[in-house]
Structures are given as C-alpha cells and as structure tokens.
C-alpha cells in the first residue's frame, strides 16, 4: 500500500508565501513522475506543477514564475515553494506520485488547504 502525506497548507495573505510538502512511502517502485493538482469549490482539478524522475518540470501557466516544484528522491519527496501568493490560487492542493511498471499507477495525498486572503 502507498501513503502519501502533505503538509504545509494554510492561510496567507496576496503576495505571501508556502511550502507544502509530501512523502511518500510504501510498496513503491519505479517511481514516474511526482506532481501537485488542486482544486477550487466548482472547479475540476487541475495539474499546477509536474516533476517527472529524471528532474524535468512542468507547470501550469498560471503559476510559471511564481511556483517552483523540487523533490527529493531519497526520501520520496516532493515540494511545492509557493511565492507571491494570489487569491486565485486558493484551493485545496493535492500530491500525486506516478509509479509502476509496466501499468502505470497513480497514489494521492488526502490534500491540503490552501487559503489566500487579506
């Protein structure tokens, strides 16, 4: 079984700053790519940024410049440095890890809120 943990959610004002983060661990092998989606109230989900495990990025184009996505792979890590927060960013943030072979399987964090308000 696959566990994936974020943390690092929150409240913030335009223009702050956050941090999530989340680890994996479990029965993991070939590890694909990482990444983050999120999800605001009416809205589908949406990818925000994307690492794939030979370190190449992508990132939606609402957050290029703002958002970078790093990860760790000795402890199965992915983060998400959040700069210059907008109230549009609100949503509530979800870990993905794409793994497995020669399927493909996806696991997801349980989400974190993030909340951006003056």
């Known amino acids: 079984q696959v566990q994936l943990v974020e943390s690092g959610g929150g409240l913030v004002q335009p223009g702050g700053s956050l941090r999530l983060s989340c680890a994996a661990s479990?029965?993991?092998?070939?590890?694909?790519?990482m990444g983050w989606y999120r999800q605001a109230p009416g809205k589908e989900r949406e990818l925000v940024a994307l690492?794939?495990?030979?370190?190449?990025?992508n990132y939606a184009d609402s957050v290029k410049g703002r958002f970078t996505i790093s990860r760790d792979n000795a402890k199965i890590t992915v983060y998400l440095q959040m700069n210059n927060l907008k109230p549009e960013d609100t949503a509530v943030y979800y870990c993905?890890?794409?793994?497995?072979?020669?399927?493909?399987?996806?696991?997801w964090g349980q989400g974190t809120q993030v909340t951006v308000s003056s």
């Open positions: 993905n890890l794409g793994w497995g072979w020669p399927r493909r399987s996806d696991s």
């Open positions: 479990g029965s993991i092998f070939n590890i694909r790519d």
């Open positions: 690492i794939t495990n030979g370190g190449l990025t």
